[in-house]
């Protein structure tokens, strides 16, 4: 789809492209959309479908300055995703697919934003698609692939963090146990849901972040062991207020309190991360020649004093004195005139 030279009509064009793509997507989508916002409100394990979003205009408001206004031009290929787009949401219907169903919209968003403004458009909002990967249903098979190994994780790092404490705990396949109290660490207690908002966070934070592609790809990858941490923080001090305090307050701690304390918990582990990598990598000083500024005029060195050419010494003759001169002549009269003895 090739622009003219207008950029008025341009963003005209671009602008009624775009009305039409919301509201054709949002007609055919709405079932879908609303499963998913139930889902958020009813799963525990996509409870973060609300802040995700948030994470996604985040990184486009720091991304602003790149925006490509003057290379709007939209791209047929956006129509050839479209078609793909359908043919899995058909595909997902028929077979009853919940994942494949809702799993369209992802080749329907990079579709239309192609249709609008083409590649350079699709380059600056790339990162904002891809967090539709966090919110969007994953297979069933998916979910219980990790959930388990979580739930293990959680009872045993939860058991050994409550013997730490000094309470008398021990796990029983994903039940903990301390004397008569027994709490049972189920599938919502595993952490997926709390490992997807991270791995959400952690994908926000390397996007906004001026760092090396080292540092980015070791920011994402955090998600993984802040996710398994910031669970057991919660579940063992929840069993704790179970031990020590009334079972309400745990039960408020646990649903309500660390819902709002473990997201900036979780920003200050990798905002100390991002501190510990600057100093590992910091950059070493090495001493070198001066630079000197380059100049048309020729370079005048200072001036050297040179040295005054020495005199010829000139011998002074010695006054002596007649007395002595007159002495010194007789002494040698008188070994002149010795005669000479005969042997």
Known sequence: ??????????????????????????????????????????????THGYVVPLFAGIVLWFRRESFPKDQIRGSWWGALL?????????????????WLDAG??????????????????????????????FILPWPWQFDQLLTQPLRNIATVCSTYVLQTLGQPALARG?????????????????????????????????FIISRSRFDRLVIFLSAIPVGVMMNVVRISLTVFLYRVADPGI?????????????????????????????WLWQPIETEGPIPVPASDQPVRLPAVPVLAEPRPLRMRRMQVPAELNSRHEEAERSLLEVPDVAP
């Not at 479209?82 to 919940?98: C, D, K, M, N, P």
């Not at 952490?191 to 390397?206: D, E, K, P, Q």
């Not at 709002?260 to 990598?277: F, G, Q, S």
Request: net charge negative; charged share 10%.
């Open 1 to 46: 789809m090739r622009g003219t030279d207008n950029p008025a009509r341009t963003w005209k064009a671009a602008g009624l492209t775009a009305l039409a793509l919301v509201i054709a997507l949002g007609w055919g989508y709405w079932p879908a959309l609303v499963a998913m916002v139930h889902r958020w409100s009813e799963d525990p394990q996509y």
């Open 82 to 98: 479209l078609i793909l787009a359908a043919v899995q949401r058909l595909i997902g219907t028929l077979y009853s697919f919940e």
């Open 104 to 133: 369209s919209l992802l080749p329907a968003t990079v579709g239309s934003v192609l249709l609008v403004g083409g590649w350079p458009l699709l380059r600056w909002s790339w990162p904002a698609t891809v967090f539709l990967l």
């Open 174 to 206: 994903n039940i903990i146990v301390i004397d008569e109290l027994e709490v049972g660490v189920v599938e919502a207690c595993s952490g997926l849901g709390m490992l997807m908002t991270f791995f959400a966070l952690s994908t926000a934070v390397a």
């Open 250 to 278: 745990a039960h408020f701690v646990f649903h309500d309190v660390a819902g709002w304390v473990m997201m900036p918990m979780a920003l200050a582990v990798m905002w100390l991360e991002l501190c510990w990598l600057g």
